[in-house]
Protein backbone atom coordinates (compact mmCIF):
# COMPACT_ATOMS: atom_id res chain seq x y z
CA UNK A 1 0.00 0.00 0.00
CA UNK A 2 0.69 3.95 0.06
CA UNK A 3 3.61 4.93 2.27
CA UNK A 4 3.70 8.01 3.91
CA UNK A 5 6.55 9.68 5.76
CA UNK A 6 6.66 12.79 7.93
CA UNK A 7 9.18 15.10 8.88
CA UNK A 8 10.83 16.39 10.91
CA UNK A 9 9.12 13.57 13.66
CA UNK A 10 9.82 16.34 16.69
CA UNK A 11 10.23 20.26 16.26
CA UNK A 12 10.93 22.39 19.12
CA UNK A 13 10.51 26.14 18.63
CA UNK A 14 10.17 29.65 20.42
CA UNK A 15 6.91 31.47 20.56
CA UNK A 16 7.01 33.60 17.14
CA UNK A 17 9.14 31.66 14.94
CA UNK A 18 8.15 29.64 11.85
CA UNK A 19 7.94 26.24 10.58
CA UNK A 20 7.48 23.85 7.59
CA UNK A 21 6.76 20.59 8.12
CA UNK A 22 6.98 17.98 5.50
CA UNK A 23 4.59 15.10 3.98
CA UNK A 24 6.37 12.70 1.73
CA UNK A 25 3.98 9.94 0.02
CA UNK A 26 4.89 6.73 -2.33
CA UNK A 27 2.23 6.96 -4.85
CA UNK A 28 -0.28 8.93 -6.82
CA UNK A 29 -3.16 10.68 -4.26
CA UNK A 30 -6.61 11.95 -4.83
CA UNK A 31 -6.70 13.39 -1.56
CA UNK A 32 -4.50 14.74 1.00
CA UNK A 33 -5.50 16.63 4.75
CA UNK A 34 -3.79 17.78 7.23
CA UNK A 35 -4.97 17.11 10.78
CA UNK A 36 -3.77 19.02 14.00
CA UNK A 37 -3.92 16.62 17.01
CA UNK A 38 -4.20 18.52 19.91
CA UNK A 39 -3.20 18.23 23.57
CA UNK A 40 -6.62 16.74 24.52
CA UNK A 41 -6.76 14.38 21.70
CA UNK A 42 -8.41 16.00 19.33
CA UNK A 43 -7.78 15.54 15.47
CA UNK A 44 -9.02 19.16 13.86
CA UNK A 45 -9.08 19.84 9.93
CA UNK A 46 -6.27 22.07 9.28
CA UNK A 47 -6.35 21.66 5.34
CA UNK A 48 -7.99 19.61 2.45
CA UNK A 49 -5.34 19.79 -0.28
CA UNK A 50 -4.79 17.50 -3.06
CA UNK A 51 -2.99 19.79 -4.62
CA UNK A 52 -1.72 23.50 -4.79
CA UNK A 53 -1.61 26.20 -2.55
CA UNK A 54 -3.91 27.21 0.15
CA UNK A 55 -3.72 29.60 3.17
CA UNK A 56 -5.59 30.02 6.24
CA UNK A 57 -4.26 32.62 8.74
CA UNK A 58 -0.88 32.20 10.08
CA UNK A 59 -1.51 28.46 8.16
CA UNK A 60 -0.71 27.47 4.47
CA UNK A 61 -0.05 24.29 2.61
CA UNK A 62 1.36 23.33 -0.48
CA UNK A 63 0.79 20.30 -2.40
CA UNK A 64 2.99 18.84 -5.39
CA UNK A 65 0.92 15.61 -6.53
CA UNK A 66 3.40 15.20 -9.16
CA UNK A 67 6.46 15.23 -7.27
CA UNK A 68 4.40 13.08 -3.90
CA UNK A 69 4.90 15.74 -1.40
CA UNK A 70 3.11 18.49 0.75
CA UNK A 71 4.50 21.16 3.02
CA UNK A 72 2.45 22.69 5.67
CA UNK A 73 4.05 26.05 6.33
CA UNK A 74 2.98 27.76 10.36
CA UNK A 75 4.07 31.34 11.19
CA UNK A 76 4.80 33.39 13.85
CA UNK A 77 3.86 30.54 16.09
CA UNK A 78 1.67 30.49 19.27
CA UNK A 79 2.01 27.94 22.18
CA UNK A 80 -1.52 26.60 21.09
CA UNK A 81 -0.28 25.64 17.96
CA UNK A 82 2.17 23.02 20.10
CA UNK A 83 0.52 19.20 18.76
CA UNK A 84 0.92 16.65 16.83
CA UNK A 85 0.47 17.45 12.81
CA UNK A 86 -0.64 14.72 10.84
CA UNK A 87 -0.56 13.95 7.23
CA UNK A 88 -3.07 11.72 5.40
CA UNK A 89 -3.58 10.77 2.14
CA UNK A 90 -6.43 8.60 0.16
CA UNK A 91 -4.56 7.06 -3.27
CA UNK A 92 -5.82 7.03 -6.34
CA UNK A 93 -5.54 3.33 -6.60
CA UNK A 94 -7.19 1.80 -3.37
CA UNK A 95 -10.58 1.99 -1.27
CA UNK A 96 -11.83 4.93 0.08
CA UNK A 97 -8.96 4.80 3.74
CA UNK A 98 -6.84 7.41 4.57
CA UNK A 99 -3.38 6.40 5.25
CA UNK A 100 -1.98 8.60 8.08
CA UNK A 101 1.85 9.59 8.75
CA UNK A 102 3.57 9.03 12.15
CA UNK A 103 2.99 12.53 12.51
CA UNK A 104 5.55 15.94 13.61
CA UNK A 105 5.15 16.59 17.22
CA UNK A 106 5.64 20.25 17.95
CA UNK A 107 6.21 22.12 20.73
CA UNK A 108 6.38 25.81 21.32
CA UNK A 109 7.93 27.55 23.77
CA UNK A 110 6.82 30.86 25.36
CA UNK B 1 -24.81 20.42 12.47
CA UNK B 2 -23.57 18.18 15.26
CA UNK B 3 -21.15 16.46 13.00
CA UNK B 4 -19.60 13.21 14.08
CA UNK B 5 -20.29 12.22 17.39
CA UNK B 6 -19.20 9.15 19.62
CA UNK B 7 -19.96 7.80 22.58
CA UNK B 8 -18.46 7.28 25.25
CA UNK B 9 -15.51 9.74 25.37
CA UNK B 10 -13.91 7.08 28.33
CA UNK B 11 -14.22 3.16 28.77
CA UNK B 12 -12.89 0.35 30.99
CA UNK B 13 -13.43 -2.76 30.51
CA UNK B 14 -12.38 -6.45 31.98
CA UNK B 15 -10.45 -8.53 29.55
CA UNK B 16 -13.47 -10.81 27.83
CA UNK B 17 -16.08 -8.52 28.54
CA UNK B 18 -18.03 -6.74 25.38
CA UNK B 19 -19.15 -3.26 24.49
CA UNK B 20 -20.14 -1.26 21.70
CA UNK B 21 -18.90 1.79 20.87
CA UNK B 22 -21.12 4.48 19.11
CA UNK B 23 -20.74 6.61 16.73
CA UNK B 24 -23.46 9.05 14.29
CA UNK B 25 -22.95 11.23 11.86
CA UNK B 26 -25.81 14.14 10.54
CA UNK B 27 -23.95 15.34 7.63
CA UNK B 28 -25.42 12.71 4.69
CA UNK B 29 -22.00 11.18 4.28
CA UNK B 30 -22.09 8.04 2.75
CA UNK B 31 -18.36 6.92 3.69
CA UNK B 32 -17.93 5.86 7.26
CA UNK B 33 -14.92 4.11 8.88
CA UNK B 34 -13.11 3.47 12.28
CA UNK B 35 -9.24 4.18 12.95
CA UNK B 36 -7.48 3.11 16.38
CA UNK B 37 -4.61 5.36 17.52
CA UNK B 38 -2.20 3.55 19.75
CA UNK B 39 0.83 5.98 21.44
CA UNK B 40 2.99 7.83 19.11
CA UNK B 41 1.35 5.90 16.08
CA UNK B 42 -0.69 7.59 13.43
CA UNK B 43 -4.26 6.19 13.04
CA UNK B 44 -4.80 3.09 11.45
CA UNK B 45 -8.15 1.40 10.11
CA UNK B 46 -10.42 -1.13 11.34
CA UNK B 47 -13.20 -1.35 9.34
CA UNK B 48 -14.75 0.92 6.57
CA UNK B 49 -18.48 1.34 5.19
CA UNK B 50 -19.45 2.99 1.65
CA UNK B 51 -22.79 2.69 2.33
CA UNK B 52 -25.99 1.52 4.51
CA UNK B 53 -25.79 -2.50 4.49
CA UNK B 54 -21.88 -2.25 3.19
CA UNK B 55 -18.97 -2.55 5.51
CA UNK B 56 -15.15 -4.35 4.98
CA UNK B 57 -12.41 -4.63 6.55
CA UNK B 58 -9.34 -2.16 7.17
CA UNK B 59 -5.94 -3.49 8.17
CA UNK B 60 -6.29 -4.29 11.71
CA UNK B 61 -10.05 -5.65 11.64
CA UNK B 62 -9.24 -8.79 14.33
CA UNK B 63 -11.64 -8.70 17.28
CA UNK B 64 -14.02 -6.07 16.44
CA UNK B 65 -17.44 -6.17 14.22
CA UNK B 66 -19.13 -3.67 12.61
CA UNK B 67 -22.66 -3.22 10.83
CA UNK B 68 -24.32 -0.19 9.27
CA UNK B 69 -28.00 -0.52 9.04
CA UNK B 70 -28.85 3.39 8.26
CA UNK B 71 -26.77 5.96 7.17
CA UNK B 72 -26.30 8.05 10.04
CA UNK B 73 -24.55 5.09 12.55
CA UNK B 74 -21.84 3.39 12.29
CA UNK B 75 -20.82 1.61 15.38
CA UNK B 76 -17.99 -0.96 16.33
CA UNK B 77 -18.10 -3.87 18.63
CA UNK B 78 -15.34 -5.18 20.34
CA UNK B 79 -16.59 -9.68 21.19
CA UNK B 80 -13.78 -10.44 23.67
CA UNK B 81 -11.92 -7.59 24.80
CA UNK B 82 -8.50 -8.06 24.86
CA UNK B 83 -5.48 -5.69 26.63
CA UNK B 84 -4.20 -5.13 22.90
CA UNK B 85 -7.45 -3.61 22.03
CA UNK B 86 -6.09 -0.62 24.50
CA UNK B 87 -6.26 2.51 22.28
CA UNK B 88 -7.99 5.87 21.62
CA UNK B 89 -10.86 5.02 18.86
CA UNK B 90 -11.59 7.53 15.89
CA UNK B 91 -14.64 7.09 13.71
CA UNK B 92 -14.69 8.96 10.29
CA UNK B 93 -16.98 10.30 7.68
CA UNK B 94 -17.06 12.02 4.22
CA UNK B 95 -18.46 11.92 0.98
CA UNK B 96 -17.41 8.85 -1.36
CA UNK B 97 -16.43 8.61 -5.14
CA UNK B 98 -13.36 8.90 -6.61
CA UNK B 99 -14.67 11.29 -8.94
CA UNK B 100 -16.24 13.45 -6.02
CA UNK B 101 -14.54 16.91 -6.07
CA UNK B 102 -15.07 17.21 -2.35
CA UNK B 103 -14.23 14.27 -0.31
CA UNK B 104 -12.59 15.90 3.22
CA UNK B 105 -12.81 13.06 5.82
CA UNK B 106 -14.17 14.54 9.36
CA UNK B 107 -12.70 13.02 12.87
CA UNK B 108 -15.35 12.39 15.96
CA UNK B 109 -13.72 13.67 19.73
CA UNK B 110 -12.43 9.66 20.00
CA UNK B 111 -13.19 7.05 22.69
CA UNK B 112 -10.66 6.18 24.71
CA UNK B 113 -10.67 2.54 25.83
CA UNK B 114 -8.34 0.88 28.82
CA UNK B 115 -8.36 -2.92 28.41
CA UNK B 116 -7.68 -4.58 32.13
Known amino acids: GIQVEQSPPDLILQEGANSTLRCNFS?????LQWFHQNPWGQLINLFYIPSGTKQNGRLSATTVATERYSLLYISSSQTTDSGVYFC????????????FGTGTRLTIIP | NAGVTQTPKFQVLKTGQSMTLQCAQDMNHEYMSWYRQDPGMGLRLIHYSVGAGITDQGEVPNGYNVSRSTTEDFPLRLLSAAPSQTSVYFC???????????????FGPGTRLTVL
Open chain 1, 27 to 31: DSVNN
Open chain 1, 88 to 99: AVRSNFGNEKLT
Open chain 2, 92 to 106: ASSYLGLAASYNEQF
